[in-house]
């Protein structure tokens, strides 16, 4: 039984001898160090033929003496090394840190200037409304099919006039247009200067209106019912108009001490037009129209806001951050209009509310979510669950009425 054993032994021995070299007397052979040190020594005499000996008098160094790195060698430092690009080039990469500002939360120093200059993010430009564009896209096909009319059915003067009704037009032309009573009524007796000259239907009844209008040094010009019903922008013509000069007094932002306004991407006329009559009526220092806002100049714009919008001061197409940075540091307080926000206009400190610049936004998708994040405060109006949010122009009046009794009690 045991040569058995042994047997079964040496077999099983032999096939590991195949694999790993393995002596089939591996039970009975014991190392020692001196068969250790021939086993080397017949290493380092080339027994193994084609293979370089690795002794400890070869050229590897020991265990810490590497060569060790450091940024006068050849090895580039973190940052400048050389990346692999899709077309198979090598490219260098800019240096990490290379416009030597040091981040700080959301605010940025350069290292040569003392004042925080905040990070800028690409501004998505919020896209039109369908009603919108769609209006806009039918009266573009309207005044091309009146202006591609012969000119006995249609004079070439009236063909510039109708073109104002247009973004184009207006934007070629430089003027726009004010259509109603009470619009031309303000324009005439506030900015005779800029009316280039008033258009009335020979159905027109409002001998008052027409005498201020000559009174004011401007000149009237009467046209038939028809072609104003094509100049028109409403379903009903009121049959007069004003064609103006497209000009607007900037604020001072310098000696303004009171409420300014900016508008984020607002894109609704009545609303917008309802926002300037908001802030003529509170004294406010100008309005700050953000890109993608619509035009001030726009026929409902105007009408919206009774022709009273060249009372309050404007800029438009405004890049609201760097905006919103520049009034920071003119000490306006940037209050944005927010649904989650935990605290109202009164929750405030009153000695913060003597320069507040109000942010509100669309009124589908709201204000901007980084420009919410640039603003010092974030305010909502206290009111019943029920409802979900408030129209843009209605939220700007509530605030800007609260602001208002606030600043008297300071």
């Not at 099983?12 to 001898?17: F, I, Q, S, W």
């Not at 605010?107 to 919020?126: H, L």
């Not at 324009?187 to 209106?209: C, K, P, R, W």
């Amino acid at each position: 039984m045991p040569d058995k054993k042994l047997d079964s032994k040496r077999t099983v021995r032999t096939t590991l001898n195949k694999k790993f070299g393995v002596s089939e007397n591996i039970h009975e052979r014991k190392y020692n160090r001196n068969e250790r040190s021939e086993f080397s020594a017949s290493k380092s005499q080339g027994s193994f033929e084609g293979k370089k000996s690795f002794s400890r008098n070869s050229d590897r160094k020991p265990f810490g003496e590497r060569r060790s790195f450091s940024r006068d060698s050849e090895r580039k430092p973190f940052g400048e090394r050389r990346s692999f690009s899709r077309d198979g080039e090598y490219r260098e990469r800019k240096s990490f840190g290379g416009d030597k500002r040091r981040s700080v939360g959301r605010r940025v120093w350069k290292e040569d200037e003392q004042t925080p200059i905040y990070r800028q993010r690409p501004e998505a430009k919020p896209k039109q409304d369908f009603e919108t564009q769609k209006e806009e896209s039918l009266l573009e096909a309207s005044v091309l099919e009146a202006t591609s009319a012969p000119d006995d059915v249609i004079p070439p003067w009236f063909k510039k006039v109708l073109a104002l009704t247009t973004e184009k037009g207006r934007e070629r032309e430089g003027n726009f247009i004010g259509e109603g009573i009470h619009v031309v009524q303000e324009l005439v007796t506030h900015h005779a200067d800029q009316v280039i000259g008033v258009y009335y239907a020979e159905s027109f009844q409002n001998a008052e209106l027409l005498d201020l209008v000559r009174a004011a040094g401007v000149r009237l010009h009467d046209i038939s019912d028809e072609l104003m019903e094509k100049a028109s922008t409403t379903v009903t013509s009121q049959g007069i108009f004003a064609v103006c000069r497209q000009a607007s007094c900037r604020p001072n932002y310098e000696t303004t001490r009171n409420v300014l306004t900016i508008v984020d991407a607002v894109q609704d006329p009545g609303n917008l037009g309802t926002l300037f009559r908001t802030s003529l009526g509170f004294s406010s220092g100008g309005m700050i129209l953000g890109k993608g806002t619509v035009s001030p100049f726009n026929p409902k714009v105007v009408r919206g806001s009774s022709g009273t919008f060249l009372r309050v001061p404007f800029e438009s197409d405004v890049d609201l951050i760097d905006k919103i940075n520049f009034l920071r540091q003119k000490g306006y307080l940037i209050v944005a209009t927010d649904l989650h926000a935990r605290q109202s206009l009164r929750d405030l400190p009153p000695r913060k509310l003597r320069k507040v610049a109000f942010l509100v936004g669309n009124e589908g998708a709201g204000t901007n979510a980084y420009l919410i994040e640039l603003a010092d405060e974030t305010v909502k109006i206290p009111m019943s669950s029920d409802l979900e949010s408030l129209n843009v122009a209605v939220a700007h009046g509530i605030l800007s009425y609260e602001l208002a009794q606030l600043q008297k009690e300071i």
